[in-house]
C-alpha cells in the first residue's frame, strides 16, 4: 500500500508489535481487502488466515475455519457434562463431545502449537458458537489457557452486510447460552473484547451527498431528505434492454438466475462454453466461479476479480458486452471508454498451511488449482453476491421488503447516485439494521485512544517477548520426562545407548533455570519502573542471550546429530519421532533468544517491528546450516555413519525425512513465479507439475513475459515455428485471433498464436 491511511496504520501496529486482538471493520469501499494483503506481506508473526465459508477463504487466500480446526458442521453448547443434542435437522456439540475431534495429524498440530496469528476473515458471517468452539479447540490444543490459546486474533468484516445463519431451531436451545448470534456475543469475545478499529476513508464513492445518504442509512439515522435523494432515481418502466451496462440486483437467488437465462437466449447467435483447468485437488463444493461459463457475442458480463496487470484494464464488478468468441478466446468491448480487451484467465489456489522443518514458519502448500475465465453473466445479481463488487451503472430491485443492512449493502456497491435507478420508491421499512451490531458499533476506539493503548500494549508485548524468550520450565520438563523414558529400555535397545547424552541433555537445561529465573526477576523489576529504561534493558536482554545461547545452541546441536545418527538405523522411527518433539522445542528457544536481541536493536532504533527486521538470514538458516555441518561431518567420518549399507540408509531417508513441499509465496505475482522457474532452464512441462497448472496456462504467462521483454521468442519456440507464425501474422489487425485460428486450422496452437502475438505487442 502506497499511503496508509490512520487507521490501517494502527492495524498493522497493532498486529506486528502487541499481542493485542483487533476487529477491522469499515463501510464497503474502504480498503479491508487490501490490508489484509498488507499485513499478510509485512507481519513477522506466523499466521493463517480463515473465513467461515469455502468462497469467502478462497477470495482471502486461505481455508475454511471447520477444516483449519477439524470442527464439524454443529451448533457448539461451550458447557461440560451435558448429554449429547441432535434431532434430525439440528446437531449440537459439547465441550466434552468436540474434544474426540481434537486428534489431529502431527503436521496440523504443528500449525497450531506454531501460530501466532490467527485472521478471521468475513467475521460477520462466524457465529458466537462457533468462535467459542475455536477458541476451546486452541485453549485444548496448545494447553494454554489464555484467550484463544494464546493466538493474537485479526477479525475482519462489516458487521452491517451478511449476519450469522442459525436455524430456528438451533437458536432456540443457543439462546439459553447466548444474548445474540453475532461472534461478539461469543463468551471468550465477551470475556476478551478485541480493540474496534474502523478504516473510514471510502475509496469507491467520493460524492459527499451519497456517503452522506450511505452512512445514515448504516447507522439507522435515514432522513426524509436522505429517501428523498434515492427516491429521486424512481424509475419504474426502465427499459434494461435498451440500456446497456446495468445490472439488476436482487434479493433472490431464483430471480437473479432466470433474467440472466432469458437475456442469454435471447440473443442470437452460437453459444459457446467454457470448463475450467482443474488441477490435482480442487473440492466443487468451494469452485469460486460457475464451473460452466455459457456465452453467446452480445451478453452482458461482469469480471469478479481484479485485473492484476499493471493496467488495470477491469475492476471487480466492471460490465462489458461480449464481441467476440472463440474456442480458446473471450472478447470484451466497454461501451463508454470504447476499449475493448481480452479477458486473462484467473488462477485460484486451494491451499493448506504446514510449518517448514527448518525455519519453523507457517507456510503454504498449493493442494490444487482452478484456473478460469472470472466472468460472470451480468443482467443480475443477489444482494448476497454482490457484496466486495463495484458498479458503475446498477438498477435495485426492493419490491420486496430487504433485510436488514441489505439496502445498504446494494446502495454500496455504486461508485455514484448518477448509477442508481430504483424500479420502485424506497421505504423505511425493512431497512434498518441489527440493534446489536449498532450497539456493538459504538465501541470503535477513538484516535487518542489507540495511541495510548498502543503504546501500552507494545510495552507488554515487549515484556512478554522477553519474559517467555527466558522461560525454560516446559523445555525442561521435557527433557526430564525423556530422560525418565529410558528407565523402560532394555540395556540392548537402540535408544538405551544415549542415555548418558539424554542425562547431559538434561543437566544442561537445568544449570540453566536459576540463572534464567533470576534474569527474568530482573525483567520484571525494570519493566515496573516507569518509565521503562529500553536501553537498560536492550543491554541486559543482549548480555543475558549472550551467556545462555551458546548452551542452548549446544543442546540444539546435539539433538540434532542424535537424529541424524539414529535416522540410519532399523527399528528407531518411534525413538526419532519423540526427538523430534523435543527438537522442535529446543530450536524454537535458541531461536527465540536470537530474536529478542533483534527486538530490543528494532526497539531502540525506534523502528517498526516487521517481518524484513525480526526475521534474520541467519535465524531462518539456522538448523539448515547446523544440518548441513552435521552432514558435512558424517561425509567425512564414514565411521559415524554406522557401517550402514548406502540402500538402507536410502529407505531410512525416505522413510523419516519429509518430503520437500511446493510452496506458492505469497511476495510473488503468478508472472514472477513462473519467470524464476523459467530462469532456472526448466521446461513448460516441468513448471506445469511444479506450479499445480497446465501448461496452456504456462504458455499464457510466456507470452505475457515475452510481451514486457523478460523472455525471448526464440527461447520458447524453434526458429522454424517462428518464422511460419510471422507468415501467417501477415495482416493481422491484433485484435481477435479468433478469426486466425479458424483459418489456420490445426497448423499452430492457441498457445503457440499467443506467444507470437506478444512479440507484436
Known amino acids: 500500500m502506497e499511503t496508509l491511511s490512520t487507521a490501517a496504520s494502527y492495524t498493522l501496529r497493532f498486529i506486528n508489535q502487541t499481542n493485542r486482538s483487533v476487529f477491522l471493520t469499515g463501510k464497503a469501499g474502504t480498503g479491508k481487502t487490501t490490508l489484509l494483503r498488507e499485513i499478510i506481506r509485512t507481519t513477522h508473526k506466523n499466521v493463517v488466515v480463515v473465513a467461515p465459508t469455502g468462497i469467502a477463504a478462497l477470495n482471502a487466500g486461505g481455508v475454511t475455519i471447520h477444516s483449519m480446526f477439524q470442527l464439524p458442521f454443529a451448533g457448539f453448547i461451550p458447557e461440560h457434562n451435558l448429554p449429547f443434542q441432535f434431532s434430525d435437522t439440528v446437531k449440537f456439540e459439547t465441550k466434552d463431545s468436540l474434544r474426540r475431534h481434537f486428534r489431529m495429524r502431527a503436521d496440523k498440530q504443528a500449525v497450531l502449537q506454531n501460530l501466532e496469528l490467527l485472521v478471521i476473515d468475513e467475521v460477520s ?10 477458541d476451546y479447540m486452541l485453549r485444548t490444543t496448545r494447553k494454554k489457557q489464555q484467550p484463544f490459546g494464546g493466538v493474537q486474533v485479526l477479525f475482519i468484516g462489516d458487521l452491517l452486510q451478511l449476519p450469522p445463519v442459525v436455524k430456528n431451531e438451533e437458536w432456540e436451545v443457543l439462546k439459553k447460552y447466548y444474548k445474540g448470534k453475532f461472534f461478539f456475543h461469543s463468551h471468550v469475545i465477551q470475556q476478551n473484547p478485541p480493540l474496534y478499529i474502523e478504516l473510514d476513508k471510502i475509496y469507491r464513492q467520493t460524492d459527499s451527498t451519497f456517503i452522506g445518504v450511505l452512512n445514515n442509512l448504516r447507522n439507522n439515522v435515514i432522513t426524509e431528505n436522505d429517501l428523498a435523494i434515492l427516491n429521486g432515481f424512481v424509475k419504474p418502466d426502465f427499459d434494461l434492454k435498451k440500456n446497456t451496462g446495468y445490472i439488476t440486483l436482487t434479493t433472490h437467488n431464483a430471480k437473479a438466475d432466470a433474467i440472466n437465462a432469458t437475456s442469454l437466449d435471447e440473443l442470437d447467435g452460437k453459444q459457446y462454453t467454457y470448463q475450467p483447468e482443474i488441477v490435482d485437488d480442487f473440492p466443487d463444493k468451494i469452485y469460486p466461479v460457475e464451473q460452466v461459463l455459457k456465452l453467446k457475442v452480445g451478453a452482458q458480463v461482469m469480471f469478479i476479480k481484479n485485473d492484476l496487470s499493471p493496467e488495470k484494464r477491469y475492476f471487480n464488478g466492471k460490465i462489458g458486452i461480449v464481441k467476440s468468441l472463440a474456442e480458446d478466446e473471450i472478447l470484451v468491448h466497454f461501451p463508454e471508454e470504447n476499449l475493448t480487451i481480452e479477458a486473462d484467465k484467473y488462477e485460484w489456489k486451494n491451499v493448506r498451511y504446514y510449518v517448514d522443518d527448518l525455519s519453523k514458519e507457517i507456510k503454504e502448500e498449493v493442494m490444487g488449482t482452478f484456473v478460469h475465465y472470472p466472468l460472470r453473466l451480468a443482467w443480475a445479481i443477489t444482494v448476497h453476491k454482490s457484496q466486495g463488487l463495484t458498479f458503475d451503472k446498477a438498477v435495485l430491485d426492493v419490491s420486496q421488503v430487504f433485510m436488514p443492512g441489505q439496502a445498504y449493502v446494494a446502495l454500496s456497491r455504486l461508485r455514484s447516485l448518477e448509477g442508481l435507478i430504483l424500479l420502485s420508491p424506497m421505504r423505511m421499512n425493512g431497512i434498518s439494521s441489527d440493534a446489536d451490531v449498532m450497539d456493538y458499533a459504538s465501541g470503535r476506539a477513538e484516535e487518542a485512544h489507540l495511541e495510548d493503548s498502543l503504546k501500552r500494549e507494545t510495552q507488554n508485548f515487549i515484556y512478554n517477548y522477553l519474559i517467555n524468550s527466558f522461560m525454560w520450565g516446559d523445555l525442561a520438563a521435557e527433557w526430564q520426562k525423556h530422560k525418565m523414558s529410558y528407565l523402560q529400555e532394555g540395556p540392548k535397545a537402540l535408544k538405551s545407548g544415549y542415555r548418558e547424552w539424554a542425562n547431559r541433555q538434561e543437566n544442561s537445561i537445568y544449570g540453566m533455570l536459576d540463572a534464567s529465573g533470576k534474569f527474568i526477576s530482573q525483567l520484571q523489576k525494570l519493566f515496573s519502573q516507569q518509565p521503562v529504561d529500553m536501553a537498560f534493558v536492550s543491554e541486559r536482554v543482549t548480555a543475558a542471550a549472550n551467556y545462555f545461547f551458546p548452551t542452548m545452541d549446544r543442546m540444539a546441536l546435539g539433538i540434532l546429530e542424535t537424529m541424524e545418527e539414529i535416522k540410519r538405523q532399523r527399528k528407531a522411527k518411534l525413538f526419532y519421532e519423540e526427538l523430534a518433539e523435543l527438537e522442535e522445542m529446543q530450536t524454537a528457544a535458541a531461536i527465540r533468544l536470537m530474536k529478542a536481541k533483534l527486538l530490543m536493536d528494532i526497539v ?15 535465524i531462518q538458516s539456522y538448523k539448515a546450516k547446523k544440518l548441513e555441518a552435521i552432514r558435512a561431518a558424517q561425509r567425512n567420518n564414514p565411521a559415524s555413519l554406522m557401517n550402514q549399507e548406502e540402500e538402507e540408509d536410502l529407505y531410512v531417508r525416505e522413510r523419516y525425512t519429509p518430503k520437500k513441499k511446493k510452496t506458492a509465496e505469497p511476495k510473488k505475482s503468478t508472472l514472477e513465479e513462473t ?17 499445480k497448472l497446465t501448461e496452456t496456462t504456462i504458455q499464457s504467462h510466456l507470452a505475457k513475459l515475452i510481451e514486457v521483454g523478460k523472455v525471448e521468442i526464440g527461447d520458447v519456440l524453434p526458429a522454424d515455428k517462428i518464422a511460419a507464425l510471422a507468415e501467417a501474422f501477415k495482416g493481422f489487425d491484433g485484435e481477435a485471433l479468433g478469426e486466425l485460428k479458424e483459418k489456420l486450422g490445426d497448423a499452430f496452437s492457441w498457445g503457440e498464436l499467443r506467444l507470437f502475438r506478444a512479440t507484436l505487442e
Not at 458471517?125 to 475455536?134: F, K, P, V, W
Not at 532504533?605 to 541467519?618: C, D, K, M, Q, W
Open 604 to 618: 531502540l532504533a525506534g523502528e517498526a517491528v516487521s517481518r524484513e527486521n525480526l526475521i534474520s538470514p541467519e
Open 125 to 134: 458471517m462466524l457465529r458466537a458458537d462457533l468462535l467459542d468452539a475455536i
Open 675 to 691: 519467470f524464476e522457474l523459467w530462469q532456472q532452464k526448466k521446461s513448460i512441462a516441468d513448471i506445469a507439475t511444479t506450479r
